[in-house]
């Protein structure tokens, strides 16, 4: 890791994005932004060139630099910027607002451009400024060949132009010379250390990384953020909340305009700026990753079914995380989706659970999913706890419509825990059915069918569990959520059917509990996608959740336990 670098992994795009939120609230600091001709073609690039219009206004930020390096080639093929030529590439750009500066190859004329290219650089709340086109060639200082083969200015050297110099003398020699042209005695000292030159430009800034205090009494905090919101609807607890959260830590919300949609207003006409709306997906992870590299924290709030959009950025990040943390650098904030607008209240264009698949089949241990059970528990998980915490990432997903709000006496141990036991429901120390519920959606269906289940089997030993981050159901060692083994199984009795309603897919159950190793009578209801446009009382039937179909199955598992014991009495 090099101070005041950043290396964001192998998806090109979102590079320009991500420096502007890095920039964001830090006046003093300038961000350049490598950018090759071929990532131009990227949608998250396209996509950022008119997104700094955005940021207009938004605060007191940083300069941000675009460096497009223009060598004519992609990986594989010409780039198409370079069939626009210098004076058709300088109208496009400038008309997208930019003060453009070419230069190249000469280092002394790059040298000069970058020097008039700083000059005059706007910060980004007077939106776009200044862009060095650079013009360089494809593997500037490689061999002109190798053998018979040209290596320079052609797509053979964006990746391994020389396949093996260990063995090959001819190609040994050419990396020698080509290594040779980096003038490596002025960078490193005879033990491969940096020189002097080097330590001291890296010493005269703090670069990017600072250090986060650890926070203190999560728990209290989000059982207060909880209790401030009681009885509020889904939009003005988060609005609340959310507003509670910036005054605390300048948390950034960014949103692909749909905040009015799912009814949050967290601003206020004395603050609006922190809250920023553009209507693409990667345009809010990029901006919210970057305020992350720069130990800010930020919130990305949508729509459940677009959030997929994002899901390879979002993997690249947990990737660089995991190697920064290796690398020795302190957790830093955690990546926070807010999710909602769920297809059980939508229409059939938008309706996809599918990042939840995504986040869970990725087994990064650090990884959490909020389910939550009402408007104070999403309040207190996704918006006080998730955000307060460092070095994890976090879904939380949570109906904007109003929901039933159950007791908060088991909300800690919710938070903590991942789960808890619902004795208001249910709750027997030797039971003959778990029930479970994930989600708002779901804990409102089977309590519901709880209740059924009550009435019209009143011996029945029933158990009633919410499970409130859907990754404490994995296995010990792979999530650091997960419960241990010995009170999962107390909690899951061997032998006693489970049956789990949940707001999500049914695949991320099952694979959650196939982590554990073990056989378990898990049935799993959850949103199966319809095959044409339902109701939402329809989407319920068609997927098995609604509480009839849940108190059906329910006396369905108990008959079949109940036979089971009995002929095994017989026997």
């Not at 192998?10 to 600091?29: T, V």
């Not at 940083?62 to 390096?69: M, S, Y």
């Not at 002394?108 to 200044?130: D, K, M, V």
């Not at 006396?555 to 095994?568: C, G, I, K, P």
Request: aromatic share 4%; hydrophobic share 45%.
């Amino acid at each position: 890791m090099i101070p005041g670098h950043d290396h964001l992994g192998g998806q090109l795009g979102p590079a320009l994005a991500i420096s502007h939120g890095m920039a964001l609230d830090a006046p003093d600091r300038l961000v350049v932004a490598l950018i090759g001709d071929g990532e131009c073609e990227t949608g998250a690039t396209a996509a950022a060139w008119l997104g700094a219009r955005a940021l207009t206004g938004t605060g007191t930020h940083g300069r941000v630099l675009p460096v497009v390096l223009a060598n004519g080639l992609r990986m594989g093929a010409p780039a198409l910027l370079a069939g626009l030529g210098t004076d058709a590439l300088t109208q496009h750009l400038s008309g997208l607002g930019y003060r453009v500066i070419t230069a190249g190859p000469d280092t002394a004329q790059i040298t000069t451009a970058l020097a008039h290219a700083l000059t005059g650089l706007a910060a980004l709340e007077h939106g776009p400024s200044t862009v060095l086109v650079i013009t360089v060639d494809k593997g500037h200082g490689a061999p002109e060949t190798v053998g018979a083969a040209p290596i320079a200015r052609t797509p053979r050297v964006h990746k391994t132009p020389l396949r093996d110099p260990r063995r090959n003398p001819a190609e040994f020699a050419a990396l020698q010379h080509w290594l040779t042209g980096y003038r490596p005695a002025e960078l490193f000292t005879a033990d491969a250390a940096p020189a002097v030159a080097v330590r001291t430009v890296l010493d005269g800034g703090s670069g990017t990384q600072t250090t986060v205090a650890p926070p203190r009494r999560c728990l209290a905090a989000a059982h207060m953020a909880a209790d401030r919101v009681a009885g509020a609807e889904f939009g003005a607890a988060i609005s609340r909340t959310l507003r509670d959260l910036h005054t605390v830590y300048g948390l950034r919300v960014f949103s692909p305009d749909e905040l009015s949609s799912n009814r949050v207003d967290p601003t206020s006409p004395a603050d609006p700026g922190w809250v920023i709306e553009v209507l693409n997906e990667e345009l809010c992870h990029a901006w919210a990753q970057g305020c992350h590299l720069v130990d800010r924290r930020a919130l990305v709030l949508g729509y459940e079914a677009f959030a997929p959009i994002t899901a390879s950025l979002l993997t690249q990040q947990l990737i660089t995380n995991r190697l920064a943390v290796t690398a020795g650098r302190a957790p830093g904030p955690s990546p926070v989706y807010l999710l909602t607008s769920l297809g059980w209240h939508n229409t059939i264009s938008h309706a996809n659970p599918s990042m939840v698949d995504v986040v869970i089949g990725l087994a990064d241990p650090r990884v959490h999913v909020y389910l939550p059970a009402d408007a104070p528990r999403t309040a207190a998980a996704a918006l006080t706890f998730a955000v307060r915490k460092l070095g994890r990432a976090a879904l939380v997903i949570a109906s904007k419509h109003r929901m039933p709000e159950h007791p908060r006496d088991t909300l800690a141990a919710e938070l903590r825990d991942g789960y808890a036991i619902w004795p208001h429901i249910a709750d027997t120390p030797d039971p003959e059915l778990v029930l479970v519920s994930a989600g708002d959606v779901a804990a409102r269906e089977l309590c519901r069918a709880a209740a059924d289940l009550r009435a019209d089997r009143p011996a029945a030993r029933v158990r009633y569990v919410h499970v409130h981050d859907l990754s404490c159901l994995g296995a010990p060692g792979q999530r650091d959520a997960a419960i241990p083994a010995d009170v999962f199984e107390q909690l899951f009795p061997p032998g006693v059917p489970i049956l789990v309603a949940t707001i999500s897919r049914t695949a991320p159950v099952h694979a959650l509990f196939g982590e554990r190793g073990a056989a378990r009578a898990v049935t799993v209801r959850g949103w199966v996608d319809p095959p044409h446009p339902m109701t939402p009382d329809e989407l319920l039937d068609h997927s098995g959740m609604a509480a009839a179909a849940l108190t059906r199955t329910a006396r369905d598992l108990l008959d079949h336990a109940t036979t089971r014991t009995d002929s095994q009495g017989v026997a």
